[in-house]
């Protein structure tokens, strides 16, 4: 009954690679978000999607493309992998109403770029 | 621009005390919501508080208390008689309504609760 699930929790992959992260949510929300942690724990939006549309775009290269094929669903995905990619990834969700948009944080994942 | 300041990077305390944490922010709308996470060495982050900008009574959760000034832009949060489980890196955070409710974060305060 996880609420925001992300998969992988570990991501270890070399330079130049693409790879994904797919996150769900169960909470029947209508905005998804992704950021990313750098290393010294700074956390920084990336993206937000509401209702499948892109409504944040935090001037993030243009390797990195999000998918969203339904309000349940926010993928990223990563072309190219470069060493300062490497991160942690949060998905989060809410429901996008003044008063209720308290946004909920999947696990994480950990993408090393080797 | 928003801002939100966590001065204190990193604060040790013993079991039993009380410790609070500092958040001053920076924003030029009316209204805007106040956060407060909590990250423990697990990597997750966990939902603590939100405060929206027109209500300014203190609130207080357990062991858990948040103070809200208005007049010098600041939502400290207050951990009584900690406990070594409350070792983490607490964040707050502020959300803008006019720019896709995105959150912008504090750099974080790492709390170590030692027995």
């Known amino acids: 009954d996880t609420a925001v699930s992300q998969t992988p929790k570990y991501l270890v992959t070399q330079m130049g690679n693409d790879k994904s992260i797919k996150c769900e949510q169960n909470?029947?929300?209508?905005?998804m978000y992704w950021y990313k942690q750098d290393s010294k724990k700074f956390l920084k939006i990336m993206f937000s999607?509401?209702?499948?549309?892109?409504?944040i775009n935090e001037t993030v290269p243009n390797r990195f493309s999000p998918k969203s094929p339904d309000k349940a669903h926010l993928n990223l995905h990563i072309n190219s992998l470069e060493l300062g990619d490497s991160a942690v990834y949060f998905c989060?969700?809410?429901?996008?109403?003044?008063?209720?948009?308290?946004?909920?944080f999947g696990p994480g994942t950990r993408l090393t770029v080797l | 621009a928003q801002k939100v300041t966590q001065a204190q990077t990193e604060i040790s305390v013993v079991e039993k005390e009380d410790v609070t944490l500092d958040c001053v922010y920076e924003?030029?709308?009316?209204?805007?919501?106040l956060f407060w996470y909590k990250q423990p060495p697990s990597g997750e982050l966990v939902f603590l508080i939100r405060r929206n900008s027109f209500d300014e009574q203190n609130e207080i959760s357990g062991r858990y208390s948040w103070n809200f000034q208005k007049s010098t832009s600041s939502f400290n949060f207050t951990i009584t008689a900690s406990q070594v489980v409350d070792s983490a890196v607490y964040f707050c955070a502020l959300e803008n309504n006019n720019a896709g409710n995105m959150l912008t974060f504090g750099g974080g305060t790492r709390l170590m609760v030692k027995p």
């Open positions: 909470l029947g929300h209508d905005t």
């Open positions: 989060a969700s809410s429901q996008l109403h003044r008063g209720t948009d308290t946004q909920y």
């Open positions: 924003t030029r709308d009316t209204t805007y919501y």
């Open positions: 999607y509401n209702n499948k549309e892109l409504i």
